[in-house]
């Protein structure tokens, strides 16, 4: 059953030399449950594609179709429900809120879609990346692999059906790296969550079931991987 | 909804807590708390003045009445707890043995005066001491002059119809002597209880019988209000604030000092909230684009917002009223003692407005920048240049603006005062945009040549564009403000108090025969007084206007009737005076005493609704005389020298057989000579001001005190501006500082371009602040306070200076902080 969709997306954008076509005409789908890499050298439009793929952004040409719904026929509200209920993310800087407490921070997407045992859950989820002791610290008192713990935490609290992660391991060495990737991958088949990151780490993507590369904003290979 | 509130609630809590909203909720409560500080000392130091004021009338309300005074005014006064007091006046001629001699015969009763003290003395212009009740029955004060006319020493014996009365003292001061010049004939004080026993009130007598009312402001108005519904025209109530000319400028003066100061504070102050709201907003793009990411919906985050927000204003205007109140209460005990009656308690009119400004400041500076948030793309979470599309600030900052003027409006209540000030400050800062503009220009060619420090600095001035810019104009308000805190304001007030030099006329000479005028001038310079400036003088009665009749056209005002119905002091003069400024028409040049033209004040202009052109017909001792309205003047009765309302053209009154005046400055020493004054020159009227003047000075050292105070105020406001101007740019700076020192620049070459840049930025602030602190000083000075103002040079260097070294120092060590963290953290948490 396929969650995602992208049939012939593409974005321009204008800039004084003129229509920047950032992403060409991509067009793939996504199986519940699969993990894909999008990978691709630096201002091929891997970031761009991730936006537009989770509603973050519009495409500027053709559709996207997530779990069913296109997301074109919605307003920003319409998408930011979709996602609350549908996605979780992972950013390459983890992007925790520095007021809040990792607990709070884990909370967020709880307290936002209004679930009832908002606490338990969240508790839970620190404790699965194995930060429970650790609830309390704020952001700036974590290294960064646990920041990105505590991110991987509020992605999956929600227990999302498609998790986006841009660059997961970006901001981190090899060993915590490693770990952070080890826990996305837990999730994955733990909860059937389908996974879709964009790296430019050969290692990372190897480890997905399916590879789509993009090369100047175009889809140059789709290779599905014995992950 | 209620999610979005108690997110509110949670993120203000931890907002606070990390110091997020420091800036913004620090400008609040710098605003609230002067405006209320202002506000409650303003209501009770202008109830004091005017309780002060009240001394001219010895009472703060007074009822003056051909007739006996209906018996329900003073049980309804009685019933609203106001003192009464009662006063009885009539023109009578007094006789001491074979002498005799037309005076005012003032009868009082114990209660008399409810405002000011009398002052007696032992000898006719001796030293005077106050003293507080009446003569005993059986006796009489009488002043100088009667007891000079009469030769009648102290203790000698008074005959008043058929009363006799011993001469117990020398009157020499009663608070309500006043400047009218209506009781020109000396004074006899005498107890009330005699004169009703006396015949002298019989029937056909010109007796006066005035009610005297003093209490709380609240309860003075309120009974005025009450009285003025039901006293017929022929009854005249004046109140404290109409009951002298000088004693009115000098208090609406002060208060104008007073409301200046608060109406510059508070915009400042939303000047301070704008920028921090400003900075609060770019730094919760993030947040944000991440909760949108996350599934918040605009409606989320606009409910959070204005939730937040809401709690801030509630929480800014608590904490402020409450600083409010503290400062308020400092300045009331520094003031201690300056007040002969104790302060009222402050009004609560203060903390409402308090709240109102919070709300309104928020919402109308803070909100349009934090509303546009509800537009930042999600995809910012990835893209982390994607911002929010440019606010249009125009309306909701003019929305703002124009709300924030009702609310300074209702709290200071001189539409041309707020006027001023919004468009003051919103000229200095359009102004000081441009030049910014253009010198961030400049600043781009010139950076070539500089060190290294220099260099970075200028340049980045040069590259925030904009920023610069928006800093520039914000430094410079600060400057300006404290310029003119630093420089101006105390040229203007000691311009205020040099008006009133120590030698300013205390004594006024009137109905001065032509004939004696020559030789009274020889007698006062022989005596060691400065040669006095004689001015013409006649007695006139307004009959028509434009050949309608007075009585077709009676103002409405008790002042405005006493212009038609009184006679008025005429005089005549080839030159504009000093004292006098034109604000309509043209002074005559060459007049033709063919076409009688004629030149009034302005408080005779408003209250008798005349226009240049109108043509005013006066009876002058029976004969007719109409003349032309050339001009209207604006005087300022508080510089003790003669004035007039109507001045005519040389020439027209020349056939009127009038008499001189003059005002002269005696000291203690040359008093006495008054007496042989009197004797020589029997038909010359002296008239004593010296304890008015006394009055006006005080009230003007007492709100000159007061005024230094507020504009504490006004300074914490200018330096809360100065200070979230410095913080605009502190994340783009700690950025910045990072990336320099990864590069390999040391701590200090960073610290030395960050000082360079704030010190380029003071240095630019500093000149233009001084033009617009000089422009608007001049301003201030001419047009609001009618004073003279003249440029100094100091100013351009304290600007220059206070530029360089608070913008430089204040800047460079705010941004020390930034500096010194470490390069990692610095970038990490970007």
Not at chain 2, 494 to 501: G, I, K
Not at chain 2, 515 to 532: K, M
């Amino acid at each position: 059953m396929q969650v995602l969709e992208s049939r012939h997306v593409t974005k321009e954008v204008s800039s004084p030399e003129g229509t920047l076509t950032i992403v060409a005409d991509v067009s793939f789908a996504v199986e519940r449950g699969q993990s894909i890499a999008i990978i691709g050298p630096s201002g091929s439009g891997k970031s761009t594609l991730l936006a537009m793929l989770a509603g973050l952004d519009l495409p500027s040409r053709g559709t996207v179709l997530l779990n069913g719904t296109e997301l074109t026929s919605l307003d920003e509200d319409g998408r930011a429900r979709l996602r609350a209920g549908h996605v979780g993310f992972v950013f390459q800087s983890f992007h925790l809120v520095p007021s809040l407490t990792a607990l709070e921070n884990v909370l967020l997407p709880l307290e936002l879609g209004g679930v009832a045992d908002a606490q338990v859950r969240a508790r839970e989820a620190l404790a699965r990346v194995g930060l429970d002791a650790r609830r309390r610290h704020y952001p700036r008192q974590l290294s960064g692999g646990e920041q990105q713990r505590v991110a991987i935490a509020r992605a999956f609290v929600t227990r999302p059906d498609l998790l986006f992660a841009d660059e997961p391991t970006g901001n981190l060495d090899s060993v915590t790296g490693a770990r952070v990737v080890e826990l996305l991958f837990e999730f994955n088949r733990e909860l059937g969550t389908t996974l879709v990151l964009v790296t430019h780490e050969q290692s990372l993507a190897k480890r997905c079931q399916r590879v789509l590369t993009l090369d100047a904003g175009r889809l140059s290979s789709d290779v599905v991987g014995d992950a | 909804m209620k999610k979005a509130l108690r997110f509110a609630l949670v993120a203000f809590v931890r907002d606070v807590k990390s110091g997020e909203l420091a800036v913004l909720f620090g400008a609040l409560v710098i605003a609230v708390a002067a405006l209320t500080a202002v506000g409650f000392f303003t209501s009770r130091i202008s109830q004091a003045i005017r309780a002060q004021a009240g001394e001219v009338l010895a009472a703060d309300l007074r009822l003056d009445s051909g007739r006996i005074p209906a018996p329900g005014y003073e049980a309804e006064a009685h019933a609203r707890g106001l003192a009464v007091a009662h006063l009885i006046s009539f023109p009578s001629v007094v006789y001491a043995g074979d002498a005799s001699q037309l005076a005012t015969v003032l009868g009082v009763d114990g209660a008399y005066p409810l405002r000011g003290q009398l002052k007696i003395a032992a000898v006719p212009y001796g030293p005077a001491h106050p003293v507080t009740g009446i003569p005993a029955p059986g006796e009489a004060w009488a002043d100088s002059r009667l007891l000079a006319r009469l030769a009648l020493p102290v203790g000698g014996l008074l005959r008043l119809g058929a009363l006799e009365l011993r001469v117990a003292a020398v009157l020499d001061y009663r608070p309500d002597q006043g400047m009218g010049f209506a009781d020109l004939a000396p004074t006899v004080l005498v107890n009330a209880a005699d004169l009703e026993r006396s015949v002298l009130l019989g029937s056909g007598s010109r007796v006066t019988r005035s009610l005297l009312y003093a209490g709380s402001t609240e309860a003075v108005d309120a009974y005025a209000a009450w009285l003025r519904a039901r006293k017929s025209a022929a009854e005249r109530l004046t109140d404290a604030s109409e009951s002298s000319e000088q004693m009115k400028s000098a208090t609406e003066r002060s208060g104008r000092f007073l409301n200046l100061a608060a109406l510059v504070t508070v915009l400042l102050a939303a000047v301070a909230v704008a920028m921090a709201a400003r900075r609060y907003a770019s730094r919760r793009l993030d947040l944000v684009a991440l909760l949108k990411s996350l599934g918040a919906s605009q409606r989320f985050v606009l409910g959070t917002t204005v939730a937040e927000l809401a709690l801030v204003a509630l929480c800014g205007a608590l904490a402020g009223t409450a600083l409010g109140l503290l400062a308020e209460s400092g300045l009331a005990w520094l003031v201690r003692g300056l007040f002969k009656t104790s302060l009222p308690p402050p009004s609560l009119l203060p903390a409402w407005l308090g709240l109102g400004t919070a709300a309104t400041m928020l919402a109308g500076f803070a909100l349009p920048p934090l509303l546009q948030l509800r537009r930042v793309p999600p995809a910012r979470v990835l893209r982390h240049d994607l911002e929010p599309p440019p606010l249009r600030w125009g309306a909701p900052y003019l929305a703002a603006a124009a709300a924030l003027s009702a609310l300074l409006y209702v709290l200071v209540g001189d539409p041309r005062l707020v006027g001023y000030a919004v468009g003051g400050l919103a000229g200095s800062a359009l102004v000081l945009g441009m030049a910014g503009v253009a010198l961030v220009r400049v600043t781009a060619a010139v950076r070539g040549g500089a060190g290294a420090a220099w260099r970075y600095g200028l340049a980045n001035v040069a590259r925030r564009g904009r920023e610069s810019v928006v800093q520039i104009v914000a430094f410079g308000l600060s400057l300006t403000v404290l310029l003119l805190l630093a420089l101006v304001r105390n040229d203007l007030i000691d311009e205020w108090q040099r008006s009133l030099p120590p030698g300013a006329p205390n004594h006024f000479l009137i109905n001065i025969p032509p004939s004696d005028a020559r030789p009274l001038a020889e007698f006062l310079t022989a005596r060691g007084v400065a040669p006095p400036v004689l001015a013409p003088w006649v007695r006139a009665r307004l009959v028509s206007v434009n050949g309608q009749p007075m009585q077709g056209r009676m103002p409405k005002t008790d002042r405005g009737r006493a212009f038609a119905e009184r006679e008025q002091n005429l005089s005549w003069s080839e030159a504009l005076p000093p004292d006098n400024r034109l604000v309509e028409g043209a002074w005559w040049q060459h007049p033709d005493p063919a076409q009688p033209l004629v030149s009034v004040a302005s408080e005779f202009q408003d209250e008798l609704g005349l226009k240049i052109g109108d043509r005013l017909s006066f009876d002058v001792a029976g004969e007719s005389i109409t003349a032309t309205v050339a001009n209207v003047r604006k005087v300022r009765w508080d510089g003790f020298r003669p004035n007039f309302f109507l001045l005519f053209a040389p020439g027209v009154l020349d056939a009127s057989t009038g008499t001189f005046m003059t005002s002269v400055h005696l000291d203690d020493a040359q008093r006495p000579a008054l007496a042989e004054l009197v004797r020589r020159f029997p038909s010359v009227t002296v008239i004593d001001v010296a304890a008015l003047l006394g009055e006006v000075r005080r009230i003007m050292d007492r709100a000159a005190i007061a005024v230094e105070y507020v504009f504490g105020f006004t300074l914490t406001a200018g330096l809360a501006v100065l200070f979230a101007a410095i913080q605009s740019t502190r994340d783009e700076r700690r950025y910045e500082s990072a990336i320099l020192r990864t590069l390999g620049a040391s701590r200090r070459t960073v610290l030395y371009g960050v000082a360079a840049e704030f010190t380029a930025l003071g240095l630019l602030a500093g000149v233009l602040a001084a033009s617009a602190a000089s422009v608007i000083g001049w301003l201030v000075a001419t047009r609001l306070f009618g004073l003279h103002y003249s440029f100094d040079a100091t100013v351009w260097l304290g600007g220059l200076l206070a530029g360089a070294l608070i913008v430089g120092v204040a800047g460079t060590v705010a941004t020390r902080r930034v500096v010194r963290s470490s390069p990692m953290r610095s970038l990490r948490d970007v």
